[in-house]
């Protein structure tokens, strides 16, 4: 059966850090590709970052790069996504997301190749 579940969401004073983790199973990572996303009240919903399965190559939208890192655990099925400097508007719902297969899309962020969602983690950035 197929899950997603994420955690570690919360409130953090801006330049402040959180780790969200993406706890899978049901599939390995050596078939799908896996992306975190996030949608902020009000706003469509947006890639953050995401893993291609097949070569394992990291990708990450637009200014993400150098605050977020993604990352896996293979032995706890796990992703995760580090958020360093955040910023009031890193406020959002993230959620981590199941690729439909393994190809060339990651980075394109297209919520439409993207199968299955977990229930998302609230992120508030505020002081």
């Known amino acids: 059966q197929l899950q997603l579940v994420e955690s570690g969401g919360g409130l953090v004073q801006p330049g402040g850090s959180l780790r969200l983790s993406c706890a899978f199973s049901?599939?390995?990572?050596?078939?799908?590709?896996i992306g975190w996303f996030r949608q902020a009240p009000g706003k469509e919903r947006e890639g953050v970052s995401c893993?291609?399965?097949?070569?394992?190559?990291?990708d990450y939208a637009d200014s993400k790069e150098g605050r977020f890192t993604i990352s896996t655990d293979n032995a706890k099925n796990t992703v995760y996504l580090q958020m360093n400097s955040l910023k009031p508007e890193d406020t959002a719902v993230y959620y981590c997301?199941?690729?439909?297969?393994?190809?060339?899309?990651?980075?394109?962020?297209?919520?439409?190749?993207?199968?299955?969602w977990g229930q998302g983690t609230q992120v508030t950035v505020s002081s």
């Open positions: 997301a199941l690729g439909r297969g393994s190809g060339d899309y990651c980075s394109t962020y297209t919520p439409g190749d993207y199968v299955y």
């Open positions: 893993i291609r399965s097949s070569d394992g190559r990291v």
């Open positions: 049901g599939f390995t990572l050596d078939y799908f590709d």
